[in-house]
């Protein structure tokens, strides 16, 4: 049995779900919030009369300047903190369903290496995250074409694409530990209280001079939300790449060992 | 009795959870081509005796042989030759039918032929393109069986196969279990509620209770005066009040 074979599997079981559409939707939606805050950054004086929603535009954009450069810094502030809590949600349904669905079981006693399973969603979730990026800075493009934002260059777009794709790179790292939780709690509510617990440790660590140890930290501190990037180093990668293999080991460890059905 | 003509066999077969034991050392031994039927009043240790036949709980002692092979000496190898069917009738409830078997298809290494063939093996051809949400307890049933059908086992572990049939639907899954027994020599070892039931399909029936194999009963030799239904509870209620005393 072959690895490929359990992943075009994995691929088929995300057939017809409303949650892989419901992703996407949230992501263009993002995008879309975005280009809207930075239209009405266009007149600030009449942003300002336009209510709660003029007070998120100025807040998210107010003193800085109307175009390219701004628009796609702020979605990749978007595209780290969202993406954090997106990969979470990924991983808490790739894994997860199996449990609340009652299918781990079969699942588990199928004549195929475990391990396959574990790595098969792991790249399940790497596709999903990756087309959600692309199409988000796919959406980012074209509502900042719609509102006619000047200065976009090829630079600037590769800059973006960089970051946004490097961002979701640290994202999935952090979403085997969310598997992990999944499978260990058999269904979605617990590793979404952890995604939960996780932004809020980001949030605190972010903060202190501990943001460049605390892997979801480090993911706030990369997409710029907490100012400009200082202070990650080798030291910052080697957690994020460190919370990537513990993850995926405690995951392989329960999915390996028996007692590990409903 | 070798372990080769034997279709299920364990020695001394144990799982405890902190201070209880679910299954208190159990000597099964289920012959090729026959169909047992596996008793016991709730949380008697049934399914987790069936758990540890499929490797998805580990016995605390006792060993397990499946075809002749154990487990922890090639997984795959065995498991390949096994259909199962555990406790609730589940599938992956936005694919259709359909996709759910093919699913299982795939990852037995089974033909693409397989599929049809178990959907009309069990009726579910009419519900192929049906999601898996939107059938009945009773199709949903009959769904998991054709998954537990589709790589043509040689034995096949059932956890109350009828549970959610209408009793046509269980006169209909009797024939063909008896058929794939009595045509195809395959093994089938299934625990059930429906004692009456059991006692009309298996050749031989093992009860278990508080953990333990406290009897393997031919059903052709059961006395006339006795249904299973009747044996059954005398045995079990007796064992109750004696350690109630």
């Known amino acids: 049995m072959s690895i490929a074979t359990v992943l075009g599997t994995e691929l088929l079981k995300l057939r017809r779900s409303r949650i892989t559409w419901i992703t996407f939707a949230v992501y263009a939606a993002m995008a879309a919030v975005a280009g809207l805050f930075q239209w009405m950054m266009k007149d600030p004086s009449a942003a300002r009369t336009l209510g709660l929603m003029g007070q998120k535009a100025t807040l998210a954009f107010g003193g800085q300047p109307v175009d390219w450069p701004t628009f796609l810094g702020f979605i990749v502030e978007m595209g780290g903190l969202g993406g954090l809590l997106m990969s979470a949600v990924i991983a808490a349904w790739v894994f997860g369903r199996e449990y609340a669905e009652g299918t781990a079981k079969n699942m588990l006693a199928l004549p195929v290496p475990r391990w396959h399973f574990v790595a098969a969603k792991i790249v399940v979730c790497a596709l999903w995250l990756g087309l959600l990026t692309a199409w988000m800075l796919a959406a980012a493009v074209i509502a900042g074409a719609l509102i006619q934002l000047p200065g976009l260059t090829a630079s600037v777009l590769a800059s973006t694409a960089g970051r946004l794709f490097g961002l979701a790179a640290m994202c999935l790292a952090c979403a085997p530990l969310v598997a992990w939780v999944a499978v260990q709690t058999r269904g979605y509510f617990g590793p979404l209280g952890f995604a939960i617990g996780t932004l809020v440790l980001a949030s605190v660590f972010g903060h202190t001079g501990w943001g460049p140890w605390v892997p979801w930290s480090i993911i706030g501190l990369c997409s710029g939300a907490a100012g400009p990037v200082t202070g990650l180093g080798a030291g910052s990668a080697a957690v994020v790449a460190g919370t990537f293999v513990l993850g995926t080991a405690l995951t392989l460890g329960h999915e390996m060992g028996a007692d590990n059905a409903q | ?245």
């Open chain 2, 1 to 245: 009795m070798t372990d080769q003509s034997l279709a299920i066999s364990t020695r001394g077969l144990a799982r405890n959870y902190g201070d209880v034991a679910a299954v208190a050392g159990i000597d099964l031994h289920v012959r090729r081509g026959e169909i047992y039927g596996f008793l016991g009043r709730n949380g008697a240790g049934k399914t987790t005796t069936i758990r540890m036949l499929l490797g998805l709980v580990k016995p605390s002692a006792g060993t397990i042989s499946l075809l002749g092979s154990s487990l922890d000496d090639d997984r795959r190898a065995v498991l390949s030759r096994i259909g199962y069917f555990v406790e609730s009738a589940a599938a992956y409830p936005h694919l259709t039918v359909r996709e759910n078997l093919d699913i299982q298809r795939r990852l037995t290494g089974s033909p693409p032929a397989a599929v049809d063939r178990v959907m009309d093996l069990l009726r579910l051809r009419e519900y192929q393109r049906r999601t898996a949400s939107r059938l009945s307890l009773g199709n949903r049933q009959r769904l998991s069986l054709a998954r537990a059908l589709l790589h043509a086992p040689e034995l096949l572990v059932l956890d109350e196969p009828a549970n959610g049939l209408d009793p046509a639907g269980i006169v209909e899954i009797r024939a063909l279990l008896r058929r794939l027994s009595d045509e195809e020599g395959v093994t089938v070892f299934m625990s059930s509620h429906l004692l009456d039931e059991v006692e009309q399909l298996a050749d031989r029936v093992g009860i278990i209770h508080d953990g333990r194999l406290v009897e393997e009963v031919d059903c052709r030799l059961l006395p006339a005066e006795e249904t299973l239904e009747e044996h059954f509870l005398r045995l079990t209620t007796e064992r109750l009040k004696g350690e109630t005393q």
